[in-house]
């Protein structure tokens, strides 16, 4: 193969193999990933065996039952007598490997199960259409025991091609049946019917018919290569029947480089079966992430609408604030008397009031009542702003939020463990690996939800409402009146101070009730003008925060949703890794000069 072309293939593959590696992350809590395991195990590291073997020798094994001949058909393609024959069965007791003279073996025996496999080295040179591969004559298939059908299973993990040997009487054998199945699609195949010359012509023909039924029906490999010949005739006769078909369709596995494509071929058929494992997976979990994201879905609009209807009871505990604090904005932005008489507050009315009232006979008690009334009331509008600005009571406490977490996402939290493993060692929250948004989550949107509706109103609606509170019409009917009569008052003070005729203090004692009087009405006024507006400001307060409450946890929604639509596009993706193989690999092996 063209160099250049090798490392367009090395490319490829590695593109490929990354590309599988990156689903399977996505995948791999899932349960039903975690129950087939050991099987994609299996498979993956067949595949990366596949691709990363670097040996120009060819691994062949031969598996059959007992009596099949695998040791005589070993010697006479190999040109050689290097296997031991009989008719005491079972023959080969443990594997023996048949290497060129010093091929690296290390790969191929490192831990294999069972005792070490006998080696035998042998002439590369024997003219056989096998020269310089890699054989195994394996134990049988059909052994009664046990650890010989488990070092069979291991070698032909490792190999590259499986010659299958059958006879007359092994022919639909359960275990050999359900031996080739497993490794079917995996492995180069050849299935050679042997001692064919103890047969007639047509049981010949239909036992080759059985046996291309298997390949097609049980195998998946219709195109597997079925033939029938003798191996004890061949070591005589070149033209035993069969012997040169055989001989032709090993070359084209085997011979050069074209065991890199076998190779290859060998990848394909091992994401196959991986495309059927991950589309069974996908088939049983299917409706369970439907029903998942109906019921997620479900649950958090149900605790979306508790936490909303709580949140509605306690913005509306907050009216008496919000006019409080609407009062105190529209008093800010009114410069003139009106203003000041906002500003004064009920305790600070009271306490000039009373500084009226004592005016006449203790001026300085007076004074003093009136200022403590000013401090009282300035300190405590300042205590109602801190605590209007605190959203930490608009919520439920933290138990009570949890509690309809737990009862409203029940459904989906079960459905999410059943689904995946936690991904949280220790925890039995199958929300916290992301399927279900956590109770915590949730009552950190909501909270966050409500402050940004609450902060909109502080920085901007309640400053805007206090501007249309006090409007320039209303402010020069309250104030022009109280500097008309201020002047009067002013008017009448210089008058007497030049005749000589003081007005006295009960007429200022009197002025001043008046003014009261007339600013109280102005009052009076701004007071039911900020009722309306106040519960108008309140329910776009209350919209507002229902609205951003409903998209943070619809942003919610979609991460979950987002996560699983992950593992649904890996699944997906899983399920057509034989199709993009295929088509990756088979394009590199069309191109020209690639072998």
Not at 46 to 52: F, G, V
Not at 59 to 84: D, E, H
Not at 131 to 148: C, F, G, K, T
Not at 448 to 472: I, K
Request: charged share 25%; glycine share 8%.
């Amino acid at each position: 193969m063209d160099p250049t072309l090798v490392n367009d293939v090395s490319h490829i593959l590695t593109g490929l193999r990354d590309d599988l590696e990156r689903d399977l992350a996505q995948v791999h809590d899932l349960r039903a990933v975690l129950a087939r395991r050991h099987t994609i195990d299996e498979l993956l590291t067949d595949l990366e065996r596949q691709l990363t073997r670097v040996r120009r020798a060819a691994v062949i094994t031969l598996v059959g039952a007992t009596g099949a001949g695998k040791s005589t058909l070993l010697n006479a393609l190999v040109g050689q007598s290097i296997a031991r024959e009989g008719d005491a069965r079972p023959t080969t007791s443990v594997p023996v490997v048949y290497r060129p003279r010093d091929a690296d073996l290390r790969e191929l025996l490192e831990r294999l199960p069972g005792g070490a496999p006998e080696v035998v080295d042998y002439d590369p040179d024997g003219g056989g259409p096998w020269s310089e591969q890699i054989l195994i004559d394996a134990p049988d298939i059909n052994s009664v025991a046990a650890e010989h059908r488990d070092v069979v299973g291991a070698l032909a993990a490792r190999s590259d091609v499986l010659v299958v040997v059958t006879h007359r009487q092994s022919v639909s054998e359960l275990s050999s049946v359900e031996f080739v199945e497993h490794f079917a699609g995996r492995r180069g195949l050849l299935v050679v019917l042997n001692r064919a010359d103890e047969l007639t012509d047509e049981a010949r023909e239909e036992l080759l018919s059985t046996l291309r039924g298997l390949a097609h029906d049980r195998w998946g490999s219709p195109d597997a290569v079925v033939l029938a010949t003798s191996a004890r005739a061949a070591q005589s006769r070149s033209d035993t029947v069969g012997w040169e078909e055989l001989c032709e369709h090993l070359r084209a596995l085997v011979v050069g480089g074209l065991i890199g494509r076998v190779r290859r071929h060998n990848a394909i058929g091992t994401t196959a079966q991986l495309a059927r494992c991950f589309t069974a997976i996908r088939n049983e979990t299917l409706q369970d992430f439907e029903a998942l994201e109906s019921s997620q879905r479900d649950g958090i609009g149900t605790w979306g609408q508790r936490v909303d209807r709580e949140a509605g009871t306690r913005l509306a505990l907050r009216d008496a604030q919000l006019r409080a604090m609407l009062w105190n904005e529209t008093a800010r932005r009114w410069d003139g008397p009106g203003g000041w008489a906002l500003r004064a507050g009920g305790l600070a009315a009271l306490g000039l009031s009373a500084g009226v009232a004592l005016a006449r006979r203790h001026p300085l008690v007076a004074a003093g009542a009136a200022a403590g009334a000013l401090a009282a009331d300035k300190a405590r509008d300042s205590w109602r702003e801190r605590q209007f600005q605190d959203t930490a009571g608009l919520l439920p406490g933290s138990t009570e939020l949890e509690s309809w977490y737990r009862q409203d996402l029940s459904e989906a939290r079960l459905r999410a463990a059943a689904l995946a493993r936690d991904t949280d060692e220790g925890s039995t929250d199958a929300s916290s690996a992301g399927w279900v948004p956590t109770g915590r989550a949730l009552a950190e949107r909501a909270a966050q939800a409500l402050s940004e509706a609450w902060q909109q109103l502080l920085e901007r609606d309640l400053l805007r409402a206090a501007e249309r509170s006090a409007p320039l019409a209303l402010r020069t009917i309250v104030d022009v009146p109280v500097y008309g009569f201020a002047g009067w008052i002013v008017w009448r003070a210089l008058v007497g101070f030049q005749e000589g005729a003081y007005v006295g203090i009960d007429f200022l004692v009197n002025a001043v009730l008046i003014l009261m009087a007339w600013l109280f009405v102005g009052r009076t006024v701004v007071r039911l003008a900020l009722r309306g507006r106040s519960a108008t400001l309140l329910s776009e307060v209350r919209a507002g925060a229902s609205e951003s409450l409903g998209r943070t946890l619809e942003q919610a929604l979609d991460g979950a949703h987002e996560q699983i639509t992950k593992k649904r596009a890996a699944l997906d993706q899983l399920c057509g890794v034989e199709d993009r193989w295929r088509s990756e690999i088979l394009g590199a092996d069309t191109a020209p000069g690639s072998s």
